[in-house]
Protein backbone atom coordinates (compact mmCIF):
# COMPACT_ATOMS: atom_id res chain seq x y z
CA UNK A 1 0.00 0.00 0.00
CA UNK A 2 1.23 3.47 -0.86
CA UNK A 3 -0.48 6.77 0.16
CA UNK A 4 -0.18 9.70 -1.73
CA UNK A 5 -0.50 13.47 -0.32
CA UNK A 6 -1.86 16.97 -2.38
CA UNK A 7 2.04 17.69 -2.66
CA UNK A 8 3.11 14.50 -4.24
CA UNK A 9 0.78 15.83 -7.38
CA UNK A 10 2.21 16.95 -10.58
CA UNK A 11 -0.18 19.98 -12.16
CA UNK A 12 0.17 21.64 -15.37
CA UNK A 13 -1.26 24.25 -17.51
CA UNK A 14 -3.14 23.08 -20.79
CA UNK A 15 -1.51 23.35 -23.70
CA UNK A 16 -4.64 25.66 -25.16
CA UNK A 17 -5.13 27.45 -21.66
CA UNK A 18 -8.41 26.40 -21.25
CA UNK A 19 -7.78 24.44 -17.78
CA UNK A 20 -5.41 22.43 -15.82
CA UNK A 21 -4.25 18.72 -15.31
CA UNK A 22 -3.67 17.70 -11.74
CA UNK A 23 -1.85 14.31 -12.38
CA UNK A 24 -2.53 11.87 -9.50
CA UNK A 25 -0.94 9.04 -10.59
CA UNK A 26 0.23 6.87 -13.50
CA UNK A 27 1.78 2.96 -14.27
CA UNK A 28 4.36 3.41 -17.68
CA UNK A 29 4.62 0.88 -19.62
CA UNK A 30 7.62 -0.87 -19.06
CA UNK A 31 7.92 -2.68 -22.22
CA UNK A 32 8.12 0.96 -24.62
CA UNK A 33 10.15 4.12 -24.01
CA UNK A 34 7.21 6.35 -23.62
CA UNK A 35 3.23 5.78 -22.77
CA UNK A 36 1.53 4.36 -19.72
CA UNK A 37 -0.73 1.75 -18.79
CA UNK A 38 -3.01 3.53 -16.79
CA UNK A 39 -3.16 7.40 -15.89
CA UNK A 40 -5.24 8.92 -13.40
CA UNK A 41 -5.90 12.91 -12.91
CA UNK A 42 -7.93 16.02 -11.96
CA UNK A 43 -8.84 18.43 -14.91
CA UNK A 44 -9.84 21.93 -13.93
CA UNK A 45 -11.76 23.10 -17.07
CA UNK A 46 -11.98 26.91 -17.00
CA UNK A 47 -12.73 27.35 -20.72
CA UNK A 48 -14.21 25.85 -23.82
CA UNK A 49 -12.58 24.35 -26.01
CA UNK A 50 -11.23 20.70 -27.63
CA UNK A 51 -9.26 17.96 -25.70
CA UNK A 52 -6.69 16.75 -26.88
CA UNK A 53 -6.60 13.09 -28.68
CA UNK A 54 -5.05 10.05 -26.98
CA UNK A 55 -4.81 7.38 -29.82
CA UNK A 56 -4.84 4.03 -28.08
CA UNK A 57 -6.30 5.10 -24.66
CA UNK A 58 -9.98 4.04 -22.90
CA UNK A 59 -11.12 7.14 -21.26
CA UNK A 60 -13.38 8.12 -18.52
CA UNK A 61 -14.50 11.17 -17.09
CA UNK A 62 -16.68 11.85 -13.73
CA UNK A 63 -17.85 15.21 -12.61
CA UNK A 64 -16.29 15.92 -9.14
CA UNK A 65 -17.86 19.79 -8.85
CA UNK A 66 -19.07 22.53 -10.78
CA UNK A 67 -22.60 22.83 -12.83
CA UNK A 68 -21.51 20.82 -15.36
CA UNK A 69 -20.34 19.99 -19.05
CA UNK A 70 -21.59 18.99 -22.58
CA UNK A 71 -19.11 17.06 -24.98
CA UNK A 72 -19.55 16.79 -28.38
CA UNK A 73 -17.93 13.32 -29.20
CA UNK A 74 -17.21 12.78 -33.28
CA UNK A 75 -20.82 12.90 -34.71
CA UNK A 76 -23.08 11.76 -31.65
CA UNK A 77 -25.48 13.60 -29.88
CA UNK A 78 -24.32 16.16 -27.09
CA UNK A 79 -23.22 14.16 -23.78
CA UNK A 80 -24.37 16.78 -20.58
CA UNK A 81 -22.72 15.41 -17.34
CA UNK A 82 -24.42 18.26 -14.67
CA UNK A 83 -24.95 15.79 -11.66
CA UNK A 84 -21.95 14.86 -9.49
CA UNK A 85 -20.41 11.68 -10.28
CA UNK A 86 -22.19 10.92 -13.47
CA UNK A 87 -19.45 9.50 -15.77
CA UNK A 88 -19.23 9.26 -19.81
CA UNK A 89 -16.66 6.55 -21.07
CA UNK A 90 -15.03 7.81 -24.43
CA UNK A 91 -12.23 6.69 -26.69
CA UNK A 92 -9.02 8.76 -27.21
CA UNK A 93 -8.75 9.14 -30.52
CA UNK A 94 -12.34 11.09 -30.52
CA UNK A 95 -12.55 14.56 -31.82
CA UNK A 96 -14.01 16.37 -28.61
CA UNK A 97 -14.87 19.49 -27.87
CA UNK A 98 -16.27 20.92 -24.28
CA UNK A 99 -18.72 23.23 -23.23
CA UNK A 100 -18.65 24.78 -19.81
CA UNK A 101 -23.12 24.84 -19.00
CA UNK A 102 -22.42 27.46 -16.21
CA UNK A 103 -19.00 27.76 -14.73
CA UNK A 104 -15.40 25.84 -14.47
CA UNK A 105 -15.70 22.08 -13.09
CA UNK A 106 -13.42 19.92 -11.43
CA UNK A 107 -13.48 15.96 -13.40
CA UNK A 108 -11.92 13.02 -12.22
CA UNK A 109 -10.29 11.67 -15.71
CA UNK A 110 -9.15 8.11 -16.10
CA UNK A 111 -6.91 6.70 -18.99
CA UNK A 112 -6.52 3.27 -19.59
CA UNK A 113 -4.06 1.75 -22.36
CA UNK A 114 -6.69 -0.27 -24.96
CA UNK A 115 -5.99 -4.11 -24.33
CA UNK A 116 -3.84 -4.07 -21.79
CA UNK A 117 -5.72 -2.92 -18.69
CA UNK A 118 -9.42 -2.12 -17.85
CA UNK A 119 -10.92 0.32 -15.30
CA UNK A 120 -14.01 0.19 -13.08
CA UNK A 121 -14.79 3.53 -11.49
CA UNK A 122 -16.59 3.93 -8.69
CA UNK A 123 -18.07 7.18 -6.67
CA UNK A 124 -19.25 6.05 -3.36
CA UNK A 125 -19.52 7.22 0.42
CA UNK A 126 -17.55 5.43 3.04
CA UNK A 127 -19.57 4.91 6.23
CA UNK A 128 -18.13 2.89 8.83
CA UNK A 129 -15.90 -0.01 6.76
CA UNK A 130 -16.01 -1.60 3.47
CA UNK A 131 -13.45 -4.42 2.13
CA UNK A 132 -11.47 -4.67 -1.29
CA UNK A 133 -9.14 -7.52 -2.08
CA UNK A 134 -5.99 -6.75 -4.02
CA UNK A 135 -4.79 -9.02 -6.62
CA UNK A 136 -1.48 -9.60 -8.04
CA UNK A 137 -3.49 -8.65 -11.83
CA UNK A 138 -5.18 -5.62 -10.57
CA UNK A 139 -4.43 -2.58 -8.84
CA UNK A 140 -6.68 -0.20 -6.86
CA UNK A 141 -6.59 3.59 -6.49
CA UNK A 142 -8.78 5.08 -3.85
CA UNK A 143 -9.47 8.84 -4.04
CA UNK A 144 -10.56 10.41 -0.72
CA UNK A 145 -12.72 12.76 -2.26
CA UNK A 146 -14.24 14.04 1.04
CA UNK A 147 -13.87 13.05 4.94
CA UNK A 148 -11.21 11.01 5.61
CA UNK A 149 -9.94 6.74 5.36
CA UNK A 150 -7.68 4.30 6.52
CA UNK A 151 -6.60 1.30 5.10
CA UNK A 152 -5.46 -2.46 7.21
CA UNK A 153 -4.35 -5.10 5.15
CA UNK A 154 -1.16 -8.05 5.77
CA UNK A 155 0.13 -5.79 8.56
CA UNK A 156 0.62 -2.51 7.05
CA UNK A 157 -1.92 0.56 7.85
CA UNK A 158 -2.16 3.84 5.87
CA UNK A 159 -4.41 6.70 6.86
CA UNK A 160 -5.57 9.08 4.09
CA UNK A 161 -7.17 13.18 4.19
CA UNK A 162 -9.54 14.30 2.00
CA UNK A 163 -7.56 15.12 -1.42
CA UNK A 164 -5.33 12.26 -0.86
CA UNK A 165 -5.01 8.64 -2.43
CA UNK A 166 -4.36 5.37 -1.52
CA UNK A 167 -2.88 2.89 -3.87
CA UNK A 168 -3.27 -0.96 -3.12
CA UNK A 169 -1.06 -3.92 -5.44
CA UNK A 170 -1.02 -7.29 -4.10
CA UNK A 171 2.21 -9.50 -4.15
CA UNK A 172 2.51 -11.87 -7.25
CA UNK A 173 0.20 -14.79 -6.78
CA UNK A 174 -1.68 -13.59 -3.57
CA UNK A 175 -5.26 -12.55 -2.70
CA UNK A 176 -4.99 -9.55 0.23
CA UNK A 177 -7.88 -8.62 2.05
CA UNK A 178 -7.70 -5.01 2.82
CA UNK A 179 -10.05 -3.28 5.36
CA UNK A 180 -11.33 0.63 4.35
CA UNK A 181 -12.63 2.83 7.35
CA UNK A 182 -13.63 6.31 7.70
CA UNK A 183 -16.23 8.56 6.81
CA UNK A 184 -16.73 10.74 3.75
CA UNK A 185 -16.47 9.85 0.09
CA UNK A 186 -14.19 8.10 -2.32
CA UNK A 187 -13.44 7.46 -5.69
CA UNK A 188 -12.14 4.06 -6.27
CA UNK A 189 -10.72 2.65 -9.81
CA UNK A 190 -9.80 -1.04 -10.06
CA UNK A 191 -7.35 -1.45 -12.81
CA UNK A 192 -7.13 -4.71 -13.91
CA UNK A 193 -4.00 -5.66 -16.14
CA UNK A 194 -4.66 -7.69 -19.10
CA UNK A 195 -0.80 -8.38 -20.55
Not at 47 to 58: D, K, L, M, T, V
Not at 139 to 163: D, N
Request: charged fraction near 20%; hydrophobic fraction near 45%.
Amino acid sequence: MRLLRISDYSRTRWKNDGGWTTEIASMPLVDQASGFLWRVSIAEIEANGPFSRFPGIERDLLLLAGTGIELDIDDAPAMRLDQRFQRIHFNGEAAVYCRLLAGPTRDFNVMTARGRTTAEIHARPLIGTMLVFAESSCTWLIHVFAGQASARGSGQSLAAQCGETLILDAPIARRERIVIEGSGELVLVKFTHLS
